[in-house]
């Protein structure tokens, strides 16, 4: 059950500039959960104290956004996770 | 009706399949309402005056600020401290006279957000903070006119254009999320490209050529020089555009 993760340049310097990496997991959660204990750095970027994705990152499921967004979304083995910071500068 | 000098002018576009004179012709006659004169707004109001828009309305509340020209290149060192609609407007009335320009130095807010944008075809979001960018959104939704979103921040960028009760909108894509505004890292050529992205896009659909970047949310990671794709469904329970029946206006 290996899901690919790709994830913003912006976290780069929490992952040694790793910006593909591969994870466990059968739903969104549980990916997240996979992807910050390879990189702990990374937790207190994107994860809030209850565990769920911070409100300034979004997530796509190959390729495509979901609704709701929903922690729970099941993933299944060969899934893309994409990992985004909702920017908004001008 | 282009005059002689208009068709010399624009004779290298005129000249694209599909463009002509009556492609000319709409950019002539089209108004564009641009939130911000910034970083996404320089690219944006140089390239739109460069292929001849007929009305640019430029709206931002800044003055230029040293930190401000390593991005913003429609304002110079010699404008610093004075408004940015001001400065914009000199040097784009110097490289086209041919463009109306109309400056509003007011902050766009919701209470005057309908009569800054006024009888405009369409709004360019080249805002810096995404309170602003949810209220034009929903502005356009109210008026059934398009909406070209860009942001930028580092190296990384986003463009998505948004045809209202037709194409996912902002709040489909954000769903209102917040963050707040703050200082935020940027390099002149990530604006540029985004805000080039921006005016192509505002040129086709005044045009009426190629296919929009609607649904899609084209992602641009300058460090790694890679162009990506997300698929943007309409959020069937959008507070902004969920229950809307406007259609476009159509060209």
């Known amino acids: ?90 | 009706m282009l005059t002689e000098k208009e068709l010399q002018r624009y004779d290298r576009q005129i000249m694209i399949y599909g463009f002509g004179k009556e492609g000319q012709e709409k950019l002539k006659k089209a108004k564009v309402f641009l939130a911000g004169a910034g970083g996404l707004g320089s690219p944006v109001a140089i390239y739109l005056a460069a292929a001849g828009i007929g009305t640019l309305r430029i709206a931002d509340h800044d003055t230029v600020e040293l930190s401000n020209l390593n991005r913003q290149v429609l304002h110079w060192e010699e404008n610093i401290g004075k408004r940015k609609v001001d400065s914009a407007a000199a040097k784009l009335g110097k490289f086209n006279s041919g463009v109306k320009i109309e400056t509003i130095a007011d902050t766009i807010t919701e209470a005057n957000v309908l009569k800054l944008v006024g009888d405009s075809d369409l709004i360019v979001d080249a805002m810096d903070n995404l309170p602003t960018r949810y209220l034009l959104n929903r502005t356009a939704i109210a008026k059934g006119i398009p909406f070209f979103h860009g942001a930028v921040y580092g190296f990384e960028g986003r463009a998505m254009t948004v045809l209202p009760g037709k194409t996912a909108c902002l709040n489909c894509l954000y769903h209102g999320a917040i963050v707040p505004k703050e200082k935020f890292p940027v390099i002149g050529v990530t604006p540029a490209v985004i805000g080039c992205i921006q005016a192509t896009e505002v040129i086709k659909y005044l045009v009426g050529l190629g296919e929009l970047l609607t649904d899609r949310l084209l992602n641009y990671d300058a460090l790694r020089m890679k162009f990506t794709e997300f698929k943007i469904n309409r959020d069937p329970n959008c507070d902004c555009c969920g229950k809307t029946s406007r259609q476009v206006k159509k060209r």
């Not at chain 1, 912006?10 to 549980?30: A, W």
């Not at chain 1, 499921?61 to 893309?80: A, R």
């Open chain 1, 1 to 90: 059950m290996s899901v690919e993760v790709e994830i913003s340049p912006i976290f780069g310097r929490y992952t040694n500039n790793v910006l593909n990496m591969k994870v466990e997991g059968k739903t969104v959660r549980e990916c997240l959960h996979d992807l910050v204990r390879q990189f702990p750095d990374l937790k207190k970027m994107l994860l809030d104290k209850d565990g769920n994705l911070m409100h300034s990152y979004d997530f796509y499921i190959n390729g495509e956004n979901v609704y709701p967004k929903d922690m729970s979304k099941p993933l299944k083995s060969g899934d893309k996770l994409n990992v985004v910071f909702i920017i908004h500068g001008g």
